[in-house]
């Protein structure tokens, strides 16, 4: 069974100009609360910064269709009282237009800033706290080996040929 090979997520997790776009409400949920991009896109299982670096890239009719196409395969209790293709193109019109090298570039960056993740930060954390915990034992040790060796000292009898 091959194993399918995909860029992380957190190469566009940093990309704050999907933001305007990821968090615009798509229309009310049957509940009364809004939906947005981002949360749609999450219920469709895509990962949102990444789909919307694609729509982005693409050209806009294309996007549209394609942002049209997921609104309306979005699970029941999504309820948008407007057409799908009307409620995409609005939202395509947040996305950020620039040329496919631009956001290659941008992404690129992202992805090398990415990668000292939460994990490596973490990992850094545990062998300082392990170095610490060293420092403090070898400390320790070194403060008893003294005292003891003050210890023997101060209890080591006193010879001498001096007499009474």
């Not at 237009?97 to 490596?120: E, H, K, M, Q, Y």
Request: glycine share 4%; charged share 15%; hydrophobic share 50%.
């Amino acid at each position: 069974m091959p194993i399918a090979m995909t860029r992380p997520a957190a190469a566009y997790v940093l990309a704050p100009e999907f933001d305007t776009f990821l968090f615009a409400p798509i229309g009310e949920e049957r509940n009364g609360m809004l939906l947005s991009v981002i949360s749609a896109l999450a219920r469709l299982d895509v990962d949102p910064w990444q789909e919307a670096a694609k729509l982005a890239q693409l050209p806009e009719k294309t996007a549209t269709e394609r942002l049209a196409s997921m609104i309306t395969s979005l699970p029941e209790g999504a309820s948008t009282h407007q057409d799908p293709l009307t409620i995409a193109a609005r939202l395509i019109a947040l996305l950020p237009r620039s040329a496919p090298s631009d956001v290659r570039s941008r992404t690129t960056v992202r992805t090398l800033g990415s990668a000292i993740n939460f994990r490596t930060v973490i990992s850094l954390i545990a062998i300082n706290a392990i170095f610490v915990a060293f420092l403090f034992g070898a400390q320790s040790m070194l403060a008893n080996h003294q005292l003891a060796a003050q210890t023997d000292k101060d209890t080591t009898p006193i010879t001498g040929s001096a007499s009474p």
